[in-house]
């Protein structure tokens, strides 16, 4: 089974852009929506951005887009999230996962339904 690894979390400054990485560890992504996830200080995880991995067709939260970028790298099976002007409010652990798209019940956007979790990534923007 595919597991996902996250990395490039840290501490920058409101303002400041980052890149997280998602490596799957095990098979490939292939045959998998790979998602970002994101858990703020005492919330819920919600949904951050998503990518097909075969056809590469990107899936954003509301809003994020202008700031937020998905894209894979097919030769390193790493998907990326780029992160620009990051605000305080983006302070949280981040999470990668995985979904195999031919599930009966599929969403790249609903996190109950994703098959395979990375441990997690801290993000924190001071202001």
């Known amino acids: 089974q595919v597991q996902p690894v996250e990395s490039g979390g840290g501490l920058v400054q409101a303002g400041d852009s980052l890149r997280l990485s998602c490596a799957a560890t095990g098979p490939t992504f292939s045959g998998y929506t790979v998602g970002w996830f994101r858990q703020p200080p005492g919330k819920e995880r919600e949904f951050v951005a998503a990518?097909?991995?075969?056809?590469?067709?990107?899936f954003y939260k509301d809003n994020i887009k202008d700031r937020f970028i998905i894209s894979r790298n097919n030769a390193k099976n790493t998907v990326y999230l780029q992160m620009n002007s990051l605000q305080p409010e983006d302070t949280a652990v981040y999470y990668c996962a995985a979904q195999l798209v031919t599930k009966t019940l599929y969403s790249p956007t609903r996190h109950a339904l994703y098959d395979y979790w990375g441990p997690g990534t801290q993000v924190t923007v001071s202001n």
């Open positions: 990518i097909n991995w075969n056809f590469g067709d990107p």
